[in-house]
C-alpha cells in the first residue's frame, strides 16, 4: 500500500520512494505525546541551565546517546568502552565499532561549537564524514560526507522484491532541498511535531550511502536547539529507539503506508519523553554526587590540584594522567598531579583500573553507573514503548 509519495524507477529499472512533505496530523491525534514530551525535554533543558559544571551535554549525555544510537544499528561498543577508547590508550574490544561510536559523539561537539550557520544539509553531511572519513574499508571512508551515487535499500517483503529502495540518487539533491526547506520553516506549528515529520521525511530520503539512522537522530536535538525550541542541544532519541527499535521502525513504515502521521507523531514524541525522563534522573543523581565529592574536598588547601580535577572528573570519568595533564595544559607537574589523584583515590571518588606511569586507567565508577546502557536484549519492546 502507499499512502503517499510516487515510486521512479533508477537507471536500472528499481522503484525507488520520492517522499512529499508530509503533513501534519491534528493536534488532537498527537496532543497528550506531546504535551509529555514537551514538559520532559523542557525540565531536563532548564536543568542543563543550572547545572554546576559546564558542557555536560556533549561531555557525558551526547556520548550516551551515541552509545544508544550506534546500539540500535548493531554497534556493541558500551558507554565504558567509549570513554576508554576517548582516553589517551586509544583502546577498545573492537576499535572500528568503537571509532564510529567517538565519531558521532564528536561530531556533536563540533556541530555545537560552529555555531548556527551552516544548512541543515551540510549538517548532515558533516555528521556523515565525521562518521566514515576514518574507515577501514576504502570505498566506505571515500564516500563520506557525499550523498549517496548507489540505490539505498532495506529488507521489506511487502514490496517489489522483498526490497524497499529509497529515494533515487538522481532525485536526492531535489529531495533534501525541500526537506531544509520544511525543517528549517518557522511558524505557530509545534517544533517537536515539525522535528517528528522532518526526520520521518529524511529517513525516507535516505540520502547517503550509510549511517543514515544515526545522523537522521543526531538532527533532531541540533535543529531543536537551532531554532531556539531548547537552549540545548538535549531532545535525544538514541537510548529510547535503541529499546524499542522495532516500534520505531514500524511507526516509520506504516506511515508511509498509510500517509497518515498520527501515530508517528506519538511514537516520536513518546521517545523524546522517554529518553529526556531518563536523562533528567540521571543528571540529578550527578548533581548529588558532586555535591558529596565537593563535600568530601572542601577542607584540602585552596590551590590543591583536587580542586580543578573534581568537575572535570564529572565530565571525564575515565582517563588517564596524560588526559589529566593534557586537561590542566601543563599548568601542573606529573608529580603534582598523581598526589592530587591519589587523593581522590583515598577519598573513593575514583578507583585505578590498570596500567602504570602515565598509561594508568582511573574512572569514577558511580558516575558511569549512572550511564552505562540497559542490557536491551532482556527488554521487551513492545512492553517498554507504546505509540
Excluded at 520544511?182 to 549511517?211: C, K, M, Y
Excluded at 536547539?225 to 516500534?247: D, I, M, P, T, Y
Aim: include cysteine; hydrophobic fraction near 45%.
Amino acid at each position: 500500500m502507499q499512502g503517499f509519495g510516487s515510486f521512479e524507477p533508477d537507471e536500472r529499472g528499481r522503484l525507488c520512494y520520492l517522499p512529499v512533505v508530509p503533513p501534519f496530523p491534528k493536534l488532537d491525534d498527537v496532543w497528550g505525546q506531546l504535551q509529555r514530551a514537551t514538559r520532559a525535554v523542557e525540565e531536563f533543558d532548564r536543568a542543563l541551565a543550572a547545572f554546576p559544571v559546564p558542557d555536560v551535554v556533549g561531555k557525558l549525555f551526547a556520548r550516551l546517546d551515541a552509545v544508544h544510537s550506534s546500539g540500535a544499528e548493531g554497534a556493541t561498543t558500551t558507554f565504558t568502552d567509549l570513554l576508554e577508547y576517548q582516553s589517551s590508550l586509544g583502546r577498545a574490544k573492537d576499535p572500528e565499532d568503537a571509532r564510529e561510536v567517538a565519531a558521532t559523539a564528536e561530531a556533536f561537539d563540533e556541530l555545537s561549537a560552529q555555531g548556527e550557520a551552516v544548512s541543515y544539509i551540510d549538517t548532515a553531511l558533516f555528521i556523515h564524514r565525521r562518521l566514515f572519513e576514518r574507515a577501514s574499508d576504502p570505498m566506505v571512508a571515500a564516500g563520506a560526507g557525499k550523498l549517496k551515487v548507489h540505490p539505498n535499500g532495506t529488507y521489506d517483503p511487502e514490496s517489489l522484491g522483498a526490497t524497499f529502495f529509497y529515494t533515487a540518487p538522481a532525485s536526492t539533491s531535489q529531495a533534501l532541498a525541500a526537506w531544509e526547506a520544511f525543517t528549517a520553516e518557522a511558524n505557530d506549528r509545534p517544533e517537536l511535531v515539525r522535528q517528528a515529520l522532518s526526520h520521518w521525511w529524511f529517513e525516507h530520503i535516505h540520502p547517503v550511502p550509510d549511517g543514515n539512522g544515526r545522523v537522521g537522530r543526531l538532527l533532531v536535538p541540533l535543529a531543536l536547539r537551532r531554532k531556539g525550541a531548547l537552549g540545548h542541544a538535549c531532545a535525544f532519541l538514541g537510548e529510547a529507539v535503541h529499546l524499542n527499535k522495532n516500534v520505531y521502525v514500524d511507526a516509520l513504515k506504516d506511515a508511509r503506508r498509510t500517509g497518515e502521521l498520527s501515530a508517528w507523531t506519538r511514537v516520536f514524541c513518546s521517545m523524546v519523553a522517554q529518553s529526556a525522563a531518563s536523562n533528567l534522573d540521571r543528571l540529578e543523581q550527578l548533581g548529588q554526587i558532586y555535591t558529596r565529592w565537593l563535600a568530601a574536598t572542601k577542607s584540602m588547601r585552596s590551590h590543591s590540584v583536587v580542586h580543578r580535577l573534581v568537575p572535570w572528573v564529572i565530565t571525564k570519568p575515565t582517563f588517564t594522567v596524560r588526559d589529566a595533564l593534557t586537561q590542566l595544559a601543563g599548568t601542573v607537574t606529573f608529580q603534582a598531579m598523581n598526589t592530587a589523584i591519589k587523593r581522590l583515590i583515598d577519598l573513593g571518588i575514583v578507583t585505578q583500573l590498570d596500567g602504570g606511569g602515565r598509561d594508568r586507567l582511573f574512572t569514577a565508577s558511580e558516575v558511569i553507573r549512572l550511564f552505562e546502557p540497559i542490557d536491551v536484549s532482556s527488554t521487551s519492546s513492545s512492553a517498554a514503548m507504546l505509540p
